[in-house]
């Protein structure tokens, strides 16, 4: 009978501590800058749009 793989123990891995630190300090970061980057590219694309709309009312005249 085949031995299910939720039955095989595994060795514990040792990882260094400074990797997992950098790792939680990576997603930390990532997490931090998210809303910081959407807003910026909201701010963006809302003074694309209104550039284009002064354009179009200087041409409209």
């Known amino acids: 009978m085949p031995i299910s793989?939720?039955?095989v123990a595994?060795?514990?891995v040792?990882?260094?501590d400074k990797?997992?630190?950098s790792v939680t300090i990576?997603?930390?970061?990532?997490?931090?800058e998210a809303p910081s980057?959407?807003?910026g590219s909201?701010?963006?694309r809302q003074a694309h749009s209104l550039g284009i709309?002064?354009?179009?009312?200087?041409v409209a005249q």
């Open 5 to 7: 793989r939720s039955a």
């Open 10 to 12: 595994t060795k514990p």
């Open 14 to 16: 040792i990882v260094n």
């Open 19 to 21: 990797v997992v630190d």
């Open 26 to 32: 990576i997603s930390g970061k990532v997490l931090v």
């Open 37 to 39: 980057m959407a807003l």
């Open 42 to 44: 909201i701010f963006q």
């Open 53 to 58: 709309v002064h354009a179009n009312v200087i």
